[in-house]
């Protein structure tokens, strides 16, 4: 089983669509969990790190679930401005970050 | 804002050279990373190096890769013997304090490796 398993996508959604990512990891010892957005050919940047009890950041909301070892992401009211990869990341041990494949996000006018 | 620099943004080398590549860790950060991105392929974790000694290392970090705080500053990756394969984006990355805590790791915009 892969550590971070993503579905690839892409999804491909309207402007002002709804759009929900899910992510599985393998680690139940994994200790902290972010997304992290990566434009092509450019550096990872972190979107929002990941809470049990759930955390929200203006369009962005993510849930993670222990017991099934299971993290989301929805965006609300994309922009056009959201299409890029979106890459769930997993913290094993406290020296290293695992990142999924991503998932490819394209909004459309 | 403070942000992760790295130098060369493009490395064009043969087969069997050396290599070094440069990171600007953010000033006040302790840990540093690197990850490299084969081209459409994730991110992988590299190394990580904490108080002048590797913290951890991936199976992908062999005897062919070392790292280096020269100075205060700069934190370096050094390929001895570059082989095809390790064409790939290399990312540099520090947090202030362990990943493990909850931290953020802030990447630098990568150095493209291209091995002919």
């Known amino acids: 089983r892969k550590e971070v398993e993503q579905d690839p996508g892409p999804f491909n959604v309207p402007e002002g669509a709804t759009v929900a990512f899910n992510c599985t990891y393998s680690?139940?010892?994994?200790?902290?969990f972010f997304w992290y957005r990566q434009d092509c050919r450019k550096e990872p940047k972190l979107l929002m790190s990941?809470?049990?009890s759930g955390n929200e950041d203006g369009r962005f909301t993510a849930q993670l679930n222990r017991a099934s070892q299971y993290i989301s992401l929805l965006i609300r009211d994309s922009k056009l401005s959201d299409s890029a990869t979106y890459l769930c990341?997993?913290?094993?041990?406290?020296?290293?970050?695992?990142f999924g494949s991503g998932t490819r996000l394209l909004v459309r006018p | 804002e403070p942000e992760v620099t790295q130098t060369p943004s493009h490395q064009v080398t043969q087969m069997g050279q050396e290599v070094i590549l440069r990171c600007v860790p953010i000033?006040?950060?302790?840990?540093f990373y690197w990850y490299r991105q084969i081209l459409g392929q994730k991110v992988e974790f590299l190394v990580s190096?904490?108080?002048?000694?590797?913290?951890?290392k991936s199976e992908i970090f062999d005897d062919q890769f070392s790292v280096e705080r020269p100075d205060g500053s700069n934190f370096t990756l050094k390929i001895r013997s570059t082989k095809l394969e390790d064409s790939a984006m290399y990312f540099c990355?520090?947090?202030?304090?362990?990943?493990?805590?909850?931290?953020?790791?802030?990447f630098g915009p990568g150095t493209r490796l291209t091995v002919l």
């Open positions: 190096f904490y108080n002048n000694e590797i913290s951890e």
């Open positions: 000033s006040n950060h302790l840990y």
């Open positions: 990355a520090s947090s202030e304090l362990l990943a493990g805590g909850g931290d953020t790791q802030y």
């Open positions: 990341v997993v913290n094993p041990s406290s020296y290293k970050l695992i």
């Open positions: 990941v809470y049990s």
């Open positions: 680690n139940s010892a994994s200790q902290s």
